[in-house]
Every structure is written in structure tokens, then in C-alpha cells.
């Protein structure tokens, strides 16, 4: 067994603002993470952003966090993506959070 060091699992937290409720948003992310390997939840914001919590390998993280830069589904408009990688890690699976 070979260990790469790519392959480390990291976790990001990034809000999304712009058109991101309402739409499909949570939804899309979700099938997108499960696509990709991705753990983590979503969750709307009072404010109207969408928080998400996402862990998994870099090369899977950097594919997840391109699209969601271009808004997942159509009626979406991401305007900003803010992006912050922490040190918590989350297991298993994608859901919402309310």
C-alpha cells in the first residue's frame, strides 16, 4: 500500500452569498458531494448564504469547490465564495443541517 500525501482528507468551510436559496441549492450540493466522495452538510443562513462544511481528498475537494463556484443548478447565482480550510473532519455522508 502506498500513502500519498494528496490523498490526506482536508475540510473546508466556505459560505455561499448571492442567489443560493430557494433554488435547489442544498439539493444540488448534496448530489455533487455524494458524486465526488465528499462528507460534510449544508445549511441555509439567516442572512440568505449557504454555510458548507466539506472533507475529502484535495483533488475531490478542488473538483467540489469549482462547482460550487459556478452554482450547481441553473436557478442559482453564486456571486461570492468565501473558502476556509479548518481542522475539523467530518466521517460520513452529506446532509442538511437546519
Do not use: C
Not at 5 to 18: C, F, P, Q, Y
Not at 30 to 38: P, R, S
Not at 58 to 87: C, G, M, W
Request: hydrophobic share 40%.
Amino acid at each position: 500500500m502506498v500513502n500519498v500525501l494528496n490523498d490526506k482528507n482536508k475540510t473546508v468551510k466556505m459560505a455561499a452569498i448571492g442567489r443560493v436559496q430557494g433554488v435547489g441549492f442544498r439539493w444540488s450540493t448534496i448530489q455533487i458531494a455524494e458524486e465526488l466522495n465528499i462528507s460534510g452538510w449544508v445549511k441555509n443562513e439567516p442572512d440568505g448564504s449557504v454555510t458548507i462544511v466539506a472533507s475529502g481528498t484535495t483533488e475531490s475537494l478542488d473538483r467540489f469547490i469549482a462547482k460550487i463556484k459556478n452554482s450547481p443548478t441553473p436557478f442559482a447565482k453564486v456571486k461570492s465564495l468565501h473558502i476556509n480550510y479548518i481542522s475539523k473532519t467530518v466521517n460520513k455522508g452529506f446532509n442538511v443541517k437546519y
